[in-house]
């Protein structure tokens, strides 16, 4: 089993930033590709980020693609995502994912194993 569970989230204002982190238990979080993914009231979940199990691969979503950047540091089994110039748009619950002992990056929900509970991000206008 593992469990992730996401803390970072909050309310900013739009140009603002905010820093989600995501803490993975277990031994295989290094083996592991993760994503985050986010959903909005009446959408579907869709993909943000997802990182490959060393940090040498990523893949972006074109809506966020310069904006924010995804990183792991598997020493402390966490995965983070940093949110730059945030848009009204943004606003979402933002789940972290992991694809248990599988090494390379997925974009689609099916893809993953596990799921954190969501941490809710707010952008003002």
């Known amino acids: 089993q593992v469990q992730l569970v996401e803390s970072g989230g909050g309310l900013v204002q739009a140009g603002g930033s905010l820093r989600l982190s995501c803490a993975a238990s277990g031994r295989t979080f290094s083996s592991s590709a993760m994503g985050w993914f986010r959903q909005a009231p009446g959408k579907e979940r869709e993909i943000v980020a997802s990182?490959?199990?060393?940090?040498?691969?990523?893949y972006y979503a074109d809506s966020v693609k310069g904006r924010f950047t995804i990183s792991r540091d598997n020493a402390k089994n966490t995965v983070y995502l940093q949110m730059n110039s945030l848009k009204p748009e943004d606003t979402a619950v933002y789940y972290c994912?992991?694809?248990?002992?599988?090494?390379?990056?997925?974009?689609?929900?099916?893809?993953?194993?596990?799921w954190g509970q969501g941490t809710q991000v707010t952008v003002s206008s």
């Open positions: 994912a992991a694809r248990l002992i599988r090494p390379l990056i997925a974009t689609m929900t099916s893809g993953y194993d596990y």
């Open positions: 990182i490959n199990w060393n940090g040498g691969q990523f």
